[in-house]
């Protein structure tokens, strides 16, 4: 239940909105009821990021199911990415923008996550590299993703309005085709 209360908190108002005390209010708990179950503000929010992750990575194995060629199927996810951070903005903002302190950034469930969703990123890149070691796949997968991500925080702050172009979806296509082609053309 605080989970849920929690998770629709930030939904709505985003971290700047978020506090210990609203969470408390919207579940009829006291601050102190809200602190039995989880440690402090951090691990409240992490365990958000968890289900935010959660869900982006369902909605991505859902978008990836429908194209049947792998570099339209590597240009949905991407596309499912940028939308899935429109459509779930101060969810998504909140992985990237909450900081933990630096005694729990091995959190074992965040980065079991992020590993996921870049295995997920390889997973879908490899038939398009087939000749690629996993460590240079690795490299790619990180490389795309991280090029896809910074097109992600641009449309969704609103940063991409001064190229002129609304859409993302072209640029990200646009991302992954000139990526795939420059590192088959490098591998000849």
């Known amino acids: 239940m605080a989970l849920v209360a929690a998770d629709e908190l930030v939904a709505a108002e985003g971290l ?11 579940m009829g708990y006291t601050v ?6 989880f440690s402090n503000q951090d691990d409240l929010l992490a365990e958000v990021s968890l289900r935010t992750a959660d869900a982006m990575y369902e909605y991505l194995r859902g978008v990836a199911a429908r194209p049947k060629a792998p570099l339209e ?23 990237f923008e909450h900081y933990l302190p630096p005694e729990k950034w091995d959190h074992p469930g965040l980065n079991a996550r992020q590993t996921a969703l870049f295995e997920f990123v390889e997973e879908h890149l490899a038939p398009l590299l087939p000749e690629a ?14 090029s896809v991500h910074g097109l992600c925080v641009l449309a969704i702050t609103g940063k991409l309005n001064w190229s002129g172009l609304k859409d993302a979806r072209p640029l990200s296509d646009l991302i992954v085709r000139a990526f795939v082609s420059g590192l088959r053309e490098e591998r000849g």
């Open 133 to 146: 070691s996993p460590k240079q796949l690795r490299a790619a997968a990180t490389a795309l993703w991280s």
């Open 73 to 95: 199927r590597l240009q949905a996810i991407a596309a499912g990415y940028i939308s899935f951070a429109q459509k779930h903005s101060f969810r998504w903002r909140l992985m």
């Open 32 to 37: 102190g009821n809200l602190y039995l179950l």
């Open 16 to 26: 700047a909105g978020f506090s210990m005390r609203k969470v408390a209010q919207t």
